[in-house]
Nanobody, 124 residues
């Protein structure tokens, strides 16, 4: 399942963005969905994850208290609300699923199913 992230942009320090993750032709409701990011010269890292039920969420320490992941299965969409953005949040953000129901996602199961990411740039 290949997912499409959108909603990135250029913001100032302390501002907010909401990213969206969607797909066509598949139902996301049965899968856990994860948000990841890759900054220039760095490896891809997991940012947040939400299980299929929506009741369990996970966050990297660097974003706890600032980011909120949510899902609307009726709209087949997962969101990442990013508040109080910092320059170190600058990265291409991706969403993905490993087609299981639980977090954190397994990189091996994601395989090559990385969709096009969305660039978030936080300017100081």
């Amino acid at each position: 399942v290949q997912l499409q992230a959108s909603g990135g942009g250029l913001v100032q320090v302390g501002e907010s963005l909401r990213l969206s993750c969607a797909t066509s032709g598949s139902t996301l409701g049965t899968y856990a969905i994860g948000w990841f990011r890759q900054a220039p010269g760095k490896e891809r890292e997991a940012v947040s994850c939400i299980e299929s039920s929506g009741r369990t969420t996970r966050y990297a320490e660097s974003v706890k208290g600032r980011f909120t992941i949510s899902r609307d299965n009726a709209k087949n969409t997962v969101y990442l609300q990013m508040n109080n953005l910092k320059p170190e949040d600058t990265a291409v953000h991706y969403c993905a699923t490993d087609r299981t129901a639980v977090c954190w996602l397994d990189y091996e199961l994601i395989g090559d199913h990385w969709g096009q990411g969305t660039l978030v740039t936080v300017s100081s």
